[in-house]
Nanobody, 120 residues
Framework: QVQLVESGGGLVQTGGSLRLSCAVS????????MDWYRQAPGKQRVWVAG???????NHAQSVEGRFTISRDNAKNTVYLQMNSLKPEDTAAYYC??????????????WGQGTQVTVSS
């Protein structure tokens, strides 16, 4: 059974840093795109950053220059380095992995979420 386990969330002051991790287990299929999303209380889940299997990255404009997504394919793990954190970054952060045999036939898997709280 595929599992995505996130870690690294917590409470941090404005301007601080956190590093989130998301480890995928329970599959021998290929892990294609991996993404981070976040959901603030009372708001919809929004995309934060994504990375392809080959390492091509994209970041939402709201986090560009402050957050960096990366991955270690040998460890089936994706990371989100978050610097210069702001109170508006407070949210539950979720990782998403697209897993399958072919890139054109994948299934979405989600982690359970990890809470990030930035105090002012």
């Amino acid at each position: 059974q595929v599992q995505l386990v996130e870690s690294g969330g917590g409470l941090v002051q404005t301007g601080g840093s956190l590093r989130l991790s998301c480890a995928v287990s329970g599959t021998t299929l290929s892990i294609f795109g991996m993404d981070w999303y976040r959901q603030a209380p009372g708001k919809q889940r929004v995309w934060v950053a994504g990375i392809s299997h080959s390492g091509i990255t994209n970041h939402a404009q709201s986090v560009e220059g402050r957050f960096t997504i990366s991955r270690d394919n040998a460890k089936n793990t994706v990371y989100l380095q978050m610097n210069s954190l702001k109170p508006e970054d407070t949210a539950a952060y979720y990782c998403n992995a697209k897993i399958g045999i072919w890139a054109t036939n994948v299934r979405d898997y989600w982690g359970q979420g990890t809470q990030v709280t930035v105090s002012s």
